[in-house]
């Protein structure tokens, strides 16, 4: 290879500085709209079980894989994939589909020409006929294909799925002709006690590391590091807290923990003061370290009553990293998640 050959360049400023600005949007979902969050960042939702942690991915997942524009409809979405890692192995794909319908039918009801008409001051409408077939499948076919989901039940899985992360997302961009913009991991701190348990054993009988905690968290870190290197992206993990002095005390908690990630109210039954929603840090300082925001959330003790008079639950988000000196309450709805004034 000659000189003049290695120092040709790839792409003029301009083509960079335009790749590099398609590739950032803002991230405006609440309750993650305080800070603009941008591809390359990794944000960690940390809360108990359960806090709306995972509801927050898949309002995010659903903003993504739905296009800005659909048949002349506004859905503002980005129109890119997005990479979801199941270390929980409970995520609820029917939840995620349900969810996106709604979103679908809801913005093309909001968006179909009505007849207005003014009696009174108040403002009625007439629905046309359009607005009966509100929900359009080839949009929701294209959007659900925009979703990759890979569950993992170990850090072996977990690994060997970063390392072979950039062939696959490369040959799904390929496919779909679009770029992945999400990389959710849901919860990176699935495997934590089990690998804290494990007693560290030699990979062979060469020079390679054992597999311990701290190698797994440094694996990890590495992988996700490449990754964004080559195919930048906006990674958002969640992680489970540590009640109180680090541990569950009591077998209730053990078993809402278990068994009640859908029951809120069994949560409310708990006493705050025993709770004590303080971010307490237990991954390894190489995650610590590599984490660029951070937002804590909670189950608040207020109710809303809905228009079926049962009461649905408010959460409190709080951002640790940036330090903000606010909090946000919202809810989660069978659309999405709204905010609380």
């Known amino acids: ?5 290695w120092i040709n360049t790839n792409e003029s400023a301009k083509e960079m500085l335009e790749r590099v600005l398609t590739e950032r949007p803002f991230l405006l979902l609440p309750p ?6 941008r591809v ?10 359960p806090s709306a942690k995972t509801e927050i991915l898949i309002q995010a997942a659903i903003s993504c894989v ?3 524009q659909w048949n002349g409809v506004h859905y503002g979405g980005l129109e890119r994939l997005v990479m979801y890692i199941d270390l929980d192995c409970r995520f609820d794909i029917l939840r995620l589909s349900q969810s996106l319908k709604l979103r679908i039918m809801e913005t093309k009801r909001s968006s179909d020409q009505i007849d207005w008409s003014r009696e009174e001051g108040l403002c009625k409408y007439k629905e046309t006929k359009e607005t009966i077939a509100d929900f359009d499948e080839d949009l929701f076919l294209a959007c659900m294909r925009r979703f990759l989901y890979v569950c993992c039940y170990n850090s072996f899985e977990f690994l060997s799925t970063l390392k072979t992360l950039h062939y696959q997302l490369q040959k799904e961009s390929e496919a779909h002709g679009v770029a992945v913009h999400f990389l959710m991991i849901d919860s990176i701190s699935a495997f934590y006690w089990i690998d804290r348990a494990s007693t560290p054993l030699p990979l062979g009988f060469d020079k390679r590391k054992s597999l311990s905690l701290q190698t797994v968290a440094e694996t990890v870190v590495q992988e996700i590091r490449k990754l964004l290197q080559m195919q930048p992206m906006l990674v958002l993990v969640t ?10 005390t009591s077998n209730a908690k053990r078993t809402f923990r278990k068994w009640h990630s ?11 003061d025993d ?4 971010h307490r840090e237990y991954m390894p300082s190489v995650w610590q370290l590599f984490i660029t925001h951070r937002i804590l959330l909670r189950v608040s003790d207020e109710e809303c009553a809905n ?13 640790l990293l940036p330090s903000l000196s606010f909090v946000d309450k919202f809810m989660v709805k069978d659309a999405g998640i709204s905010m609380v004034t």
């Open 239 to 248: 992680k489970a807290t540590l009640f109180g002095d680090g541990s569950l």
């Open 66 to 68: 739905l296009p800005k």
């Open 307 to 319: 228009a079926e008079s049962r009461s649905t639950p408010i959460y409190v988000s709080e951002w």
């Open 40 to 49: 390359g960042n990794v944000v960690e939702i940390v809360g108990p079980s």
């Open 275 to 278: 709770q004590k929603y303080l």
């Open 32 to 37: 993650l709209h305080r800070v603009p969050l």
């Open 1 to 5: 290879m000659s000189i003049k050959e």
């Open 262 to 272: 859908q029951d809120t109210s069994y949560l409310r039954t708990l006493q705050l």
